[in-house]
């Protein structure tokens, strides 16, 4: 199966991954979720723990990884029969595990396609659509976690702020005929009880979890941006003569 990492990307948010936390802690499951598309990315080749740690930072877009967590990670898939090492130090993806990882991939893709044709107008490219889809929901649900995941953790729908965060992104792919449809598509995606539908948003959710591990350890809270974007910050005197002093 031929992949890119766009799909990779879009898998990452869509796909849940079955790696039980009674077996693993919390952080290692979001870094070996990562691991495993980084492999399946590769086409299976072994890689050393330093390249899976760089093809993981440049497939979620940040900086770098730590070593020590990437490894840490492996040691939990390792256990789990779905990586292997080799004598010269570099990991290997399992050949059932790679078939696996690419079904997934393939049932992630059909149920996307289902979404979009329930929720949305035919009168849309299908692959604007799709690139489209993808980006809200890249956006919606990164920007906003902290709501997202409260709502969503008391039993509520997660909505919040469609039209604010939505609008943009149609006026980016140029949708603009087709706004309200969009943004009612959405929002009826948003509160579907619709099997597909509801598993998609607990995978987003999961995917939120896993994200804000993550960052919590490579940086600040990336996730919670939107919480202090264009805010008015007030520091004690103190503070600024503490930071001056750094400065100089």
């Given at each position: 199966m031929e992949t890119n990492i766009d799909q990779i990307r879009e898998a990452l948010l869509n796909a849940f991954l079955s790696l039980s936390p009674e077996t693993a802690h919390l952080r290692d499951i979001a870094y070996a979720k990562t691991i495993?598309?980084?492999f399946v990315i590769e086409d299976g080749r072994a890689l050393t723990v330093t390249e899976i740690a760089a093809k993981g930072a440049e497939l979620i877009q940040v900086e770098a990884l730590p070593v020590a967590s990437i490894q840490s990670a492996l040691e939990v898939l390792k256990g789990?029969?779905?990586?292997?090492?080799?004598?010269?130090?570099?990991?290997t993806l399992v050949p059932t595990e790679k078939e696996k990882l690419e079904r997934t991939l393939e049932y992630s893709e059909t149920v996307t396609t289902a979404i979009l044709d329930r929720?949305?107008?035919?009168?849309?490219?299908r692959a604007v659509l799709r690139r489209w889809f993808n980006e809200v929901n890249k956006v919606y649900f990164s920007t906003q976690s902290h709501n997202l995941l409260s709502l969503y953790n008391n039993g509520e729908h997660p909505v919040h702020r469609v039209d604010e965060i939505v609008r943009p992104i149609i006026k980016q792919f140029g949708l603009e005929a087709y706004a309200q449809d969009l943004i009612e598509g959405y929002k009826d995606f948003l509160v579907s009880d619709n099997r597909d539908d509801t598993d998609r948003i607990f995978k987003f959710m999961c995917s939120l979890l896993s994200a804000k591990i993550v960052s919590a350890e490579i940086s600040p809270d990336v996730l919670a941006l939107d919480r202090y974007r264009n805010a008015d910050?007030?520091?004690d005197t103190n503070v600024l003569f503490a930071m001056t002093a750094y400065k100089d």
């Open positions: 495993l598309w980084v789990r029969r779905m990586v292997s090492p080799r004598a010269d130090g570099a990991w929720h949305f107008t035919q009168k849309i490219d910050v007030l520091l």
